[in-house]
């Protein structure tokens, strides 16, 4: 595996089934209470530039049950925010640090940190790319479903770093991905026309949810607006009203199918609270799972 995570495009097929493997492993000692520090005095810097529930408990959390320690880095707080230089943090940071994971907007900002730096970088979150969503989210279908191989994964709503994740993971790996996003939010155009043209079992966008959802194993949706885009959010309701996940979406998928939503959730926009909190919902057990996975990508990287 690379000394970074910043996308799962880059990552190989002996990387990914490394993640998974790693993460059954450490799911299970955690169950069964076997100690497991494999990071026993390591340090992992975390810089927050976006507000977080599930990727800072799951990393702070999780170096802490793997040995380690975790800093909270608020930019606004530290030389960051009043204008040091990202390559001048990165490599004053790789002298105090062991990794750094880091939740953003942009995402020149995590490739120039990862460029500098000489410790691992982890991409948290960016505007363009959600890596540890998509491993985690990928592991709960694995744990679900015994594999992802040969399945149809439906994305419905907007075209975001959700969306793009998604397919540079169908870039990577064998299944088949249906993506439905309304004209003008679609999906970055450069990721999707790479997907398109290397995708092993096909990228397909529609405009028509319940087009997407036939015959679907899992179906899988986010916010219609992501954090910063707060200002659009009632633009948004009106052109995404079509897309929801609902029973009337359900019904075009397979019967076993799985409802995943990275959260958080705003029921009765981009879901129904009765198909999140249904018998097919997996998203409780799909957010603890981000804490396996990372905790496998810091035991990897670090």
């Known amino acids: ?22 993460s059954v492993r450490l799911k299970k000692a955690l169950r069964e209470g076997k100690p497991h520090a494999s990071l026993k005095g390591k340090t992992l810097g975390m810089i927050f530039d976006k507000s977080s529930t599930r990727t800072r408990i799951s990393f702070e959390v999780g170096i802490y049950q793997l040995g380690g320690i975790a800093l909270y880095l608020n930019s606004r707080d530290t030389q960051i925010g009043r204008g040091e230089t990202i390559a001048d943090s990165a490599r004053m940071m790789s002298r105090y640090l062991n990794g750094i994971m880091i939740r953003t907007y942009a995402q020149a900002t995590v490739e120039e940190l990862a460029a500098a730096a000489t410790i691992p970088v982890i991409n948290g979150l960016t505007d363009l790319q959600h890596p540890c969503q998509i491993l985690g989210d990928l592991f709960t279908i694995k744990e679900k479903k015994g594999t992802y191989e040969g399945l149809k994964i439906a994305y419905i709503g907007d075209g975001n770093n959700i969306a793009n994740t998604w397919i540079d993971a169908a870039a990577r790996l064998p299944f088949e991905l249906a993506l439905a996003c309304p004209e003008g939010y679609d999906p970055d155009a450069r990721i999707l026309a790479r997907g398109m043209k290397e995708a092993k079992e096909g990228i397909t966008l529609y405009r028509d949810p319940l087009e997407a959802a036939q015959k679907a194993d899992i179906l899988y949706t986010d916010v219609w607006a992501s954090m910063g885009q707060e200002a659009e959010q009632e633009e948004r309701k009106k052109v995404f009203k079509y897309y929801q996940i609902n029973k009337k979406v359900l019904k075009e998928a397979r019967k076993d199918v799985l409802v995943m939503h990275c959260l958080p959730a705003h029921r009765g926009e981009e879901i129904a609270a009765d198909v999140i909190d249904g018998p097919h919902s997996v998203v409780i057990d799909e957010a603890e799972n981000r804490l396996h996975v990372q905790k496998a990508i810091m035991e990897i990287l670090l």
């Not at 996308?7 to 998974?20: C, S």
């Open 1 to 22: 595996m690379k000394k970074d995570l910043l996308n799962v495009y880059e990552l190989t097929l002996a990387d990914f089934d490394m993640i998974f493997n790693n």
